[in-house]
């Protein structure tokens, strides 16, 4: 089990960067592979990027490849989003994910996952 808050959230200006930050507490992070997803208003969640249980494996959506950056450090038990080159239409609410897997593997789809933070508001103005 796991319990997420995300954090970092707030308003930029296009062009601008944002680290959201997913802190975890339980007693088993290590061995959880962590997404991130977002949900614009009137629109479904969508996957943005994954990282599996040790790091060695990322994924990242078409639309923030080369823009966006997961990471995590098992040790402070967070998750990180580095959001670079931010643009208006990647204005929405951002959610931390978790499910228990082994090492070497990614989820990249929603109901992969079994426990969510409650979101972190992301507003880029133009």
């Known amino acids: 089990q796991v319990q997420l808050v995300e954090s970092g959230g707030g308003l930029v200006q296009a062009g601008g960067s944002l680290r959201l930050s997913c802190a975890a507490s339980?007693?088993?992070?290590?061995?959880?592979?962590m997404g991130w997803f977002r949900q614009a208003p009137g629109k479904e969640r969508m996957f943005v990027a994954a990282i599996s249980s040790s790091g060695s494996k990322t994924a990242n959506a078409d639309s923030v490849k080369g823009r966006f950056t997961i990471s995590r450090d098992n040790a402070r038990q967070t998750v990180y989003l580095q959001m670079n080159s931010l643009k208006p239409e990647d204005t929405a609410v951002y959610y931390c994910?978790?499910?228990?897997?082994?090492?070497?593997?990614?989820?990249?789809?929603?109901?992969?996952?079994?426990?969510w933070g409650q979101g972190t508001q992301v507003t880029v103005s133009s």
């Open positions: 339980g007693r088993t992070f290590s061995s959880y592979v």
């Open positions: 994910a978790a499910v228990q897997s082994g090492d070497n593997r990614v989820a990249v789809r929603s109901y992969e996952y079994d426990y």
